[in-house]
Structures are given as structure tokens and as C-alpha cells.
């Protein structure tokens, strides 16, 4: 068992915000594998069903982000999981728009969910960082997460949304690199050119 989860603001009002890229990806690996249905469970939401050749469990938490490590803690002690087959997809404010990258542990870059996480589970989980670019001065961070991605910005979220769907049994797999190359290459085909210099998994130290 995999646990996937997507990282967000629950509520009508904060669907369509850079926060809540993490709950667009996880919906879209859902929807992509036909895994639902969704139901109320360890203070959020659900969905369990097969994924490639494994199982995954995919969790939206309902505590809002800064409270997300209960409902991961929860999940993860029901169902024994070492922090390796948990796999947490949020938004990256260090990445340009529409970059994704693979890490294994590290900084929670002042990332509230990311902190909540580490502090109920330990550090050493899967993160899949989904890139949503700065906004230039630290005091527009707040308004600029919790803002609606901009209609010129969702082709991109939408293609990136897709290439993660198409590749997450490579997730499940463990097979971390390979997922990262193939959504890159999606992106690419779709005329989203990744930076190479981004290719390459980290591996979590610093």
C-alpha cells in the first residue's frame, strides 16, 4: 500500500488556488485511474483502489494545510506504513511554474503542510514538488498562494496535472526518477520545455 497525498485548503473558496495543487494532482491521479470513491476518513477525504500493479490509498486532508500532518499521521499508523511508501504532492514556490521535482526528505522550506507532516510522521517521506514560481517579494507570498492560479497559468497546471496521472504507478513503484524524466518529457511534448538543469532527483540533504 501507497499512501498519496495532496496537500490544500478544504472549502468552495480555495479550490482553484496555488495551495491547493496538491489536491488538483491527487484528484487527477483519481479520476486518470478510476479510483474512488472518494469517502469521509482520517479527518479528510479518500480513495483506495488499484494503481499499476500495487494499491494506493489517495488522502485530501480536511484540516486545512497547517494541520495536515494529523490526517497523514492517522492514515499512515491504520495502515503500518514506513514514511517511504508515504508520498506527499504540494506546491513549490522555489520552482518555476509548471516544473515538477521528486525529493526524498529535506527542508520544508516554510511550507506549513510540509511542517505539520514532519512534526506528527518524521521527515523522511516522499515529496512530490509541483512548481508554482515566486512572486518576487516575500511579503506577497500569502496573497500569492492563496490566490487563483491566473487563466493564463492553467493550461500549464492542467498539463501538469495529466502528465502526473499518466506516470503515478511509476510513483507507486518507487520508481521516483523515472516518473520525474516522463512528466518532464510529457510536459515537453506539449510545448512546456523543462529546465534540464531541474532533471535529476534530490536527494533530500540540505
Same mark, same amino acid.
Given at each position: 500500500?501507497?499512501?498519496?497525498?495532496?496537500?490544500?485548503? %478544504?472549502?468552495?473558496?480555495?479550490? &482553484?488556488?496555488?495551495?491547493?495543487?496538491?489536491?488538483?494532482?491527487?484528484?487527477?491521479?483519481?479520476?486518470?485511474? &478510476?479510483?474512488?470513491?472518494? $469517502?469521509?476518513?482520517? +479527518?479528510?477525504?479518500?480513495?483506495?483502489? %488499484?494503481?499499476?500493479?500495487?494499491?494506493? *490509498?489517495?488522502?485530501?486532508?480536511?484540516?486545512?494545510?497547517?494541520?495536515?500532518?494529523?490526517?497523514?499521521?492517522?492514515?499512515? $499508523?491504520?495502515?503500518?506504513?514506513?514514511?517511504? =511508501?508515504?508520498?506527499?504532492?504540494?506546491?513549490?514556490?522555489?520552482? %518555476?511554474? #509548471?516544473?515538477?521535482?521528486?525529493?526524498? #526528505?529535506?527542508?520544508?522550506?516554510?511550507?506549513?503542510?510540509?511542517?505539520?507532516?514532519?512534526?506528527?510522521?518524521?521527515?523522511?517521506? $516522499?515529496?512530490?514538488? *509541483?512548481?508554482?514560481?515566486?512572486?518576487? +517579494?516575500?511579503?506577497?507570498?500569502?496573497?500569492?498562494?492563496?490566490?487563483?492560479?491566473?487563466?493564463?497559468?492553467?493550461? +500549464?497546471? =492542467?498539463?501538469?496535472?495529466?502528465?502526473?496521472?499518466?506516470?503515478?504507478?511509476? *510513483?507507486?513503484?518507487?520508481?521516483?526518477?523515472?516518473? +520525474?524524466?516522463?512528466?518532464? *518529457?510529457?510536459?515537453?511534448?506539449?510545448?512546456? =520545455?523543462?529546465?534540464?538543469?531541474?532533471?535529476?532527483?534530490?536527494?533530500? $540533504?540540505?
Amino acid at each position: 500500500m501507497v499512501l498519496f497525498v495532496g496537500l490544500g485548503n %478544504p472549502g468552495a473558496r480555495y479550490v &482553484g488556488n496555488r495551495h491547493n495543487f496538491g489536491f488538483m494532482a491527487v484528484e487527477a491521479i483519481a479520476k486518470r485511474h &478510476g479510483i474512488g470513491p472518494w $469517502r469521509r476518513r482520517f +479527518q479528510g477525504v479518500t480513495a483506495e483502489g %488499484p494503481l499499476g500493479s500495487d494499491r494506493a *490509498l489517495l488522502l485530501l486532508p480536511g484540516t486545512f494545510m497547517n494541520e495536515s500532518g494529523r490526517a497523514v499521521a492517522e492514515a499512515a $499508523r491504520f495502515y503500518k506504513l514506513p514514511l517511504n =511508501e508515504i508520498v506527499v504532492f504540494y506546491d513549490e514556490l522555489d520552482l %518555476p511554474s #509548471g516544473k515538477l521535482r521528486v525529493k526524498l #526528505g529535506g527542508g520544508n522550506a516554510g511550507h506549513n503542510g510540509l511542517r505539520s507532516i514532519t512534526a506528527h510522521v518524521g521527515n523522511d517521506y $516522499r515529496r512530490v514538488r *509541483l512548481g508554482i514560481g515566486h512572486p518576487g +517579494q516575500k511579503e506577497l507570498v500569502l496573497s500569492y498562494v492563496l490566490g487563483d492560479f491566473a487563466k493564463s497559468e492553467k493550461p +500549464q497546471v =492542467e498539463a501538469l496535472c495529466d502528465a502526473v496521472a499518466d506516470n503515478a504507478a511509476l *510513483l507507486a513503484r518507487g520508481e521516483d526518477a523515472t516518473f +520525474q524524466n516522463r512528466v518532464h *518529457l510529457a510536459m515537453a511534448a506539449k510545448g512546456f =520545455e523543462p529546465n534540464g538543469s531541474e532533471n535529476k532527483p534530490d536527494n533530500g $540533504r540540505g
